[in-house]
């Protein structure tokens, strides 16, 4: 079945790591996306990718960086420079183009907890 | 600019008693309005989506929803709670720009009680 995996689920880090969070896809969705999810804040954007080998900042990328090498990865790291990091994380993927209605395919999530 | 707004953080309901929960958007353009679905500790699901056409549109597990232009608003209903739809509902419109990324609101969390 396609899909988005993310892993890991669950991932503890002490402060002053850097910790990636992977994201693939097998839709063939040319663009991917990370969001960051807070408790009665809803999604917040940090990166996107519409195509291989481009990336831009959303909303809230202090903090963190990703690359995307392949049309099926979009890995996520969280830097030691991000002052909040404790947070689900959800990866997501779309078919732009003409046409788009704006519709993503979610993954399952990654809970991300500094001790 | 685009921007949701979900009347209500929290919303309880009994089982069998009408669900409502309400989304107001706004938007320069004709909009394209979803209702996502997120179990705990799970990723968001597509409930149903507006794009053209019928104003009135049903979706997944019983639920529908209905694009007001006059009231700028597309509230999501089911006739009949179940313990199953406890779960945060996220209403989400898509935005103009480069990229047409969807703006989310803050979410509605449903409780169902017996």
């Known amino acids: 079945d396609g899909g988005i995996t993310q892993s890991p689920k669950y991932l503890f880090r002490k402060e002053g790591q850097n910790v990636t969070l992977s994201c693939e896809q097998n839709?063939?969705?040319?663009?991917m996306y990370w969001y960051r999810q807070d408790p009665g804040q809803g999604l917040r954007l940090i990166y996107y990718?519409?195509?291989?080998?481009?990336?831009q900042k959303g909303d809230i990328a202090e903090g963190y960086s990703v690359s995307r090498e392949k049309k099926e990865s979009f890995p996520l790291t969280v830097t030691s420079a991000q002052k909040n990091p404790t947070a689900f994380y959800l990866c997501?993927?779309?078919?732009?183009?003409?046409?788009?209605?704006?519709?993503?395919?979610f993954g399952e999530g990654s809970r991300l907890t500094v001790l | 600019a685009q921007s949701v707004t979900q009347l209500g953080s929290h919303v309880s309901v009994s089982e069998g008693a009408l669900v409502l929960l309400r989304c107001n958007y706004s938007s320069s353009v004709p909009p394209y309005l979803f209702w996502y679905v997120q179990y705990p500790n799970q990723g968001l699901q597509l409930l149903l989506k507006y794009t053209t056409g019928a104003t009135l549109v049903k979706g997944i597990n019983g639920f529908e929803a209905e694009f007001k232009k006059s009231e700028t608003s597309f509230h999501l209903t089911k006739p009949s709670a179940h313990m199953s739809d406890a779960a945060e509902y996220f209403c989400?419109?898509?935005?103009?720009?480069?990229?047409?990324?969807?703006?989310f609101g803050a979410g509605t969390r449903l409780a169902v009680h017996p």
């Open positions: 997501a993927s779309s078919i732009p183009g003409q046409g788009y209605t704006g519709e993503l395919f």
């Open positions: 839709l063939n969705h040319d663009a």
């Open positions: 989400a419109v898509k935005g103009t720009g480069g990229y047409n990324k969807l703006i």
């Open positions: 990718s519409q195509i291989v080998n481009d990336f």
